[in-house]
């Protein structure tokens, strides 16, 4: 209640007539000035308007502009033209101009201009009616206040805004009007607070972002397990064909050395062969090591270190080169039959030219004969016992590399084996670390949303506490402004249709701060 305030003064008793309802409720913090203000549209004809009222009326005549936050005029004139009807966009303007006033004067301008101005003005009046109650019996008159030719045509202005003004009951509407819009204010605050559009867009978002945050998380450990099981298939596959083609390849090396191997070479071709399939699967197991560290790079996996067991031995026994006695005798047999066939048959070719010849040359010349039979015997047997360690050692061969794609293959399969445990080692410490990050921003998610929850049950709750009483209040104020669609009311203020006229344009400014309600 107001303490101290003259029981004639009407600000005060509407004032205590409002608290009665609830103390809590703060009167409106605004500075009456005693002045009548024209605002519209652009292009209306304010100005003209100011101009033919300051002429012709005792009190200040402003515009928009010559008022400070918080200033309220004592009247409103809103000026628009006759050109077209009214906007929506011109309600909200008259809505934020008249906020805190309830006298108001519609004027349509340009009349002089525009024949048809009475059939705007009775768009305008309709129009404005619907918007809000509270226009319904806004009067509405036509001026000519810069007219092109003749007079201005503002009588029926000056005197309607005259009226406006004397009207003994002006200073208690206007304040009425200022406390309506102070708790239209606050339940449009309350609302807000619910509503909350800014924290709604805000939980949206975190919501967005929560499942975004999970369904990435999803998404990326799949596309790691199948890119592992991808890359070590395919690094096996690689692998495994790159073991065979250096076995094929040994085997061809192999092969045309045997060829070209001398009676001497045979000896020592064992251990050449053992060196050659050493440096195979030395071969085989760096480039092992090196593509699967190339698939630990392409997965974002530091290199893996190559195993430090040595490369394993290739396992063989020895070609089988000596256990061939039979087939020496046999060679020596028939070597020996050659021999002596060759040499009987020069031996007989010999005799046959003896009358030419001395005794002695006949005699040097079988001797020769029986020698070239034994050379011959001698090589033949050499070169069957060559071509027989060949085909012994091509034999062997084929058994070499039996074993040694053997061992390659074993080493390829142990290898992949041993990277695919590290690789997926690594990616599951990854995967902790990323699942650890991801979890500690969705509960920090989790958390603001519950706050967000609690906020708005927290404004739902005052709104559903305070409302009633605001709502009383304004049934009050609206009825004692006698506005068309509320009811009388009792002595608590029964409860009539909320018209918010102002469809959001007016603040929360004022006293709307000051207390809870």
């Known amino acids: ?141 036509g001026a000519a206040a810069a007219p092109e030719l003749g007079e201005p045509q503002v009588d029926e202005l ?78 096996r596959v690689q692998l495994t064909h790159f073991a065979r083609n250096r076995c094929a390849s040994l085997r061809s090396e192999l092969q045309q050395d045997i060829a070209s191997l001398s009676r001497k070479q045979v000896a020592g071709f064992e251990a050449y062969t053992r060196d050659r399939a050493e440096q195979v699967v030395a071969e085989v197991a760096e480039g092992v090591d090196t593509q699967l560290a190339e698939v630990a790079e392409t997965l974002g996996v530091p290199p893996q270190a190559p195993p430090a067991d040595p490369t394993p031995t290739v396992e063989f026994a020895a070609p089988p080169l000596k256990s061939r006695r039979l087939e020496n005798r046999l060679m020596v047999l028939l070597g020996a039959g050659f021999g002596l066939g060759v040499a009987l048959t020069l031996s007989r070719v010999v005799a046959g030219l003896a009358p030419r010849f001395a005794p002695a040359a006949v005699g040097a010349g079988i001797a020769g004969c029986v020698l070239l039979g034994l050379a011959l015997t001698l090589l033949v047997v050499r070169t069957r016992a060559l071509l027989a360690d060949r085909a012994v050692l091509e034999r062997w061969i084929e058994e070499v590399i039996a074993s040694l794609r053997s061992t390659t293959e074993e080493l390829v399969a142990i290898r992949v084996v041993l990277a695919d445990s590290m690789i997926n080692t690594e990616i599951s410490a990854s995967d902790e670390v990323e699942n650890a990050r991801v979890a500690d921003r969705v509960s920090a998610i989790d958390t603001e949303l519950r706050e967000h929850a609690i906020a708005a049950a927290r404004a739902a709750a005052m709104r559903d506490r305070e409302m009633p009483t605001i709502q009383a209040a304004l049934d009050v104020i609206r009825a004692e402004l006698g506005e068309p669609g509320i009811p009388s009311i009792d002595g608590r203020g029964v409860a009539g249709p909320d018209s918010r006229g102002t469809d959001g344009e007016k603040s929360a400014g004022g006293g709307a701060s000051e207390s809870v309600l």
């Not at 406006?164 to 009007?177: E, F, H, K, V, Y």
């Open 1 to 141: 209640m107001v303490i101290g305030a003259s029981r004639d003064d009407p600000t005060a008793r509407v004032d205590a007539m409002v608290t009665a309802i609830d103390p809590r409720l703060g009167a409106p913090t605004i500075n009456r000035r005693g002045v009548v203000l024209v605002t519209g549209p652009w292009l209306a004809g304010v100005t003209g308007v100011v101009v033919a009222l300051r002429e012709r009326l005792p009190q200040r005549v402003v515009e928009s502009s010559d008022l400070a936050p918080g200033d309220a005029p004592t009247a409103v004139v809103f000026v628009v033209s006759a050109a077209a009807p009214i906007t929506e966009s011109d309600c909200r303007l008259l809505d934020a101009a008249t906020e805190d006033t309830d006298a108001v004067v519609c004027v349509v301008s340009k009349i002089d201009v525009h024949r048809n101005w009475r059939e705007v003005l009775a768009v305008n009046r309709d129009r404005l009616a619907a918007h809000a109650p509270r226009y319904r019996l806004v009067p509405w008159v």
């Open 158 to 235: 000056v005197s309607t805004v005259r009226e406006q003004l004397a009207d003994s009951d002006l200073a208690r509407r206007n304040r009425l009007r200022a406390w309506e819009s102070r708790l239209h204010a606050v339940a449009q605050r309350f609302d807000r607070d619910v509503e909350g559009a800014g924290r709604q867009a805000r939980v949206d978002a975190l919501r967005e972002e929560r499942s975004t945050a999970l369904r990435r998380r999803r998404e990326a450990r799949s596309d790691t397990t199948i890119a592992l099981r991808g890359q070590i298939q395919q690094a």
